[in-house]
């Protein structure tokens, strides 16, 4: 009798039932197991034991990074990098690059080819740079401060 009195007062002054807060409660704590699940995917992605690389051991010597094809010669690094834009200063230390020439990128995060579409020297489009110039190079893809530039 009392409880439904109870009732019908929490329907007369419209009090929240005990029940809500436990969904609630549940729903959290489902978003959270969701989210943690996610993020474990995000952070380490499994391949299959053939695709996985050995990794050295702790102690042992770490790896340089190599050009792909060793017929390729340095022309420059990277100074500056500019990710609104996706453009980069390159410092021309040998040799020349001419627009349509295809450029190696290399570093220690950093490993693509790419075509050299627009190249600029001081906002100015040119066709050809020389050793010494800084040009700016749009490019496809980050690169970092310090990346080896290969032609």
């Known amino acids: 009798m009392i409880r439904k009195i109870v009732d019908v007062l929490k329907e007369v002054f419209w009090i929240k039932t ?41 102690g042992g010597a770490k790896s340089v990074a190599k050009p792909i094809d060793p017929s390729l010669a340095e022309v420059g690094v990277i100074t500056h990098y500019f990710d609104r834009i996706k453009v980069c200063v390159v410092k021309l230390t040998q040799g020349s690059v001419l627009i349509g020439d295809k450029l190696t990128i290399l570093g220690a ?23 010494g110039q ?18």
């Open 134 to 151: 800084l040009i700016g190079l749009k490019v496809d893809k980050i690169v970092a401060v310090g990346d080896k530039v290969y032609k």
């Open 109 to 131: 995060k950093t490993k693509f080819v790419q075509k050299v579409w627009s190249m600029q020297i001081e906002s100015a489009d040119v066709k050809v740079a020389k050793k």
């Open 18 to 58: 005990s029940r809500k807060k436990h969904k609630s409660a549940r729903r959290k704590k489902e978003r959270k197991a969701v989210v943690k699940k996610i993020t474990k995917m995000l952070r380490a992605p499994k391949l299959p034991a053939a695709k996985q690389k050995a990794r050295p051991a702790k």
